[in-house]
C-alpha cells in the first residue's frame, strides 16, 4: 500500500470515516503518521472548543472575583480555587465517575463521552486559570484610563466595553497565550482519564500508544506525536500573535506587550 492510499484510507478514521481495521502487522512510518496525525484531529477540537466556551467563562469569572460584591466574588474564588488547586487528571477521574453517576440516575448520558464529559472538564479548567489572569489585568488596569472615563461621563456599561474590556484583553494576551499553548498539551489527558473512546475513534496518543504496544518501539510514534504539537504549538502562537499585534495596534513600537511562551514545569 503506497502512503498516497494510506493518507486516504485513515486519513480520516478518527472521525469514523475510511478504514475501520488498524493495521495490525508491517506497520509502516506512514500509516503510524496518517493516523496519529488523525488522531490529532480530536485533540484540536478538544483545545478549540474549550477555548472558545472558557475564554466567555473565564471574563465572567475574572469581573466577578473583582466584584466588591461577596455574592459574586467569593463563588467566583471557589471556583478558581477548586480548579486551580487540584491537578487536571484528578478532575478528569471525578468527572468522570461524577457523569457515570447522573447517566445511571437517568439525567444525563451524553456526558460520559470524552467528546462531550472531557469537554466540559477542560473549559472549567481552563476557565479557573484564564480568570486568574484576567483579574490580574483587572487590577493592573491604568488609573488614568479610569478616571478619564470617568471625566467624559461614561456609564458602567459604556465604560466597560470601550475601556475596561479592551485594556484588560490588551494586558492579559500574552499570558493568556501561554494558558492556550498549555490547553493544547493537557488534552493528551484525556486518553488516560478513564473517558472512552469510541469505536477506537481515539486522539493522537491513542493513536501513538497502540503503534509502541504493536511494534514494542516507543521511539517512532511518540515523536511523531510530538512533532505534530509542536506544528499545533506554533499555529496557536501565530493566530495568538495576530490578534495581540491587532489588540496593540494603536501603540508605539516600544509599549507594545510582547508574546513570550514560558514552559509550564508545574501546574
Known sequence: MSCWQTLQEYGLRSLGLGERLLP??????????????????WNVYFTVAALLVGFFLACAL??????????????CD???????????????????????????????TWLTSAQTGA???????????????????????????????????????????????????????????????????????????????????????YYANYFADKTFNPFVPYPIMAVYFIIFTLMIIAAFGGVNRRLNRHLPAAQKNKIKVRLNLIR
Not at 472575583?65 to 459574586?72: A, C, I, Q, R
Not at 475601556?163 to 484525556?190: G, K, Q
Open 62 to 75: 475574572a469581573v466577578g472575583k473583582n466584584s466588591p460584591n461577596p455574592w459574586l466574588h467569593r463563588p
Open 119 to 205: 469537554l466540559v472538564v477542560l473549559i472549567c479548567n481552563t476557565a479557573a486559570y484564564s480568570a486568574e489572569v484576567f483579574y490580574g489585568a483587572l487590577r493592573a488596569l491604568p488609573k488614568g484610563e479610569m478616571e478619564a472615563a470617568d471625566a467624559y461621563g461614561f456609564s458602567g456599561i459604556k465604560k466597560f466595553r470601550s475601556i475596561v474590556w479592551p485594556t484588560m484583553l490588551r494586558l492579559a494576551w500574552p499570558a493568556y497565550t501561554n494558558e492556550a499553548i498549555f490547553l493544547a498539551h493537557a488534552t493528551v489527558l484525556i486518553y488516560m482519564s478513564g473517558f472512552p473512546a469510541w469505536q477506537q475513534r481515539g486522539d493522537a496518543l
Open 24 to 41: 495490525k502487522q508491517d506497520i509502516t512510518i506512514c500509516e503510524q503518521a496518517t493516523l496519529i496525525g488523525s488522531g490529532m484531529i
Open 78 to 108: 471557589g471556583f478558581i480555587l477548586l480548579f486551580r488547586g487540584s491537578p487536571l487528571f484528578i478532575q478528569f477521574f471525578f468527572g468522570y465517575f461524577a457523569f457515570m453517576a447522573l447517566k445511571k440516575a437517568g439525567l444525563v
